[in-house]
């Protein structure tokens, strides 16, 4: 895809367990992003979806058109992977804290400003 289009994140938490009233759904899960460093700015997602079958998503994104639920890459982030970098947390057991790990990534190639077009308007 191009730099400066928005990407949509899902994550989904299956916890099975034979003692439920001692273990906890995924509770929490944070996204990280490349363009800082994973570091300075992170996006807290919200859980659709509760249970032991738990789904996260980002929050309706108030820049986006239609209010999506998306993160736009920056334009100037250079070609190649664009990885954020996902905690879930937050699933606790009678021996603490489950959490995981989580990554994908998407192939930028070019910007969004390769999409304009001007063009001379009809007299």
């Given at each position: 895809m191009k730099s400066g289009y928005g990407i949509n994140q899902t994550v989904t938490a299956n916890v099975s367990t034979n003692q439920s009233s001692a273990v906890t759904d995924a509770q929490t899960a944070v996204t990280y992003f490349p363009e800082f460093r994973y570091e300075t700015y992170w996006r807290l997602l919200e859980q659709t979806q509760a249970g032991y079958s738990s789904k996260f998503e980002f929050k309706p994104n108030k820049y986006s058109t239609y209010k999506r639920r998306t993160h736009f890459t920056p334009i100037w982030f250079p070609d190649g992977s664009y990885?954020?970098?996902?905690?879930?947390?937050?699933?606790?057991?009678?021996?603490?804290?489950?959490?995981?790990?989580?990554?994908?990534?998407?192939?930028?190639?070019?910007?969004?400003w390769d999409d304009w077009h001007i063009a001379p308007v009809n007299p």
């Open positions: 990885t954020p970098y996902t905690w879930l947390i937050d699933c606790w057991t009678p021996a603490g804290m489950l959490s995981v790990n989580l990554t994908d990534s998407v192939t930028l190639r070019r910007s969004l």
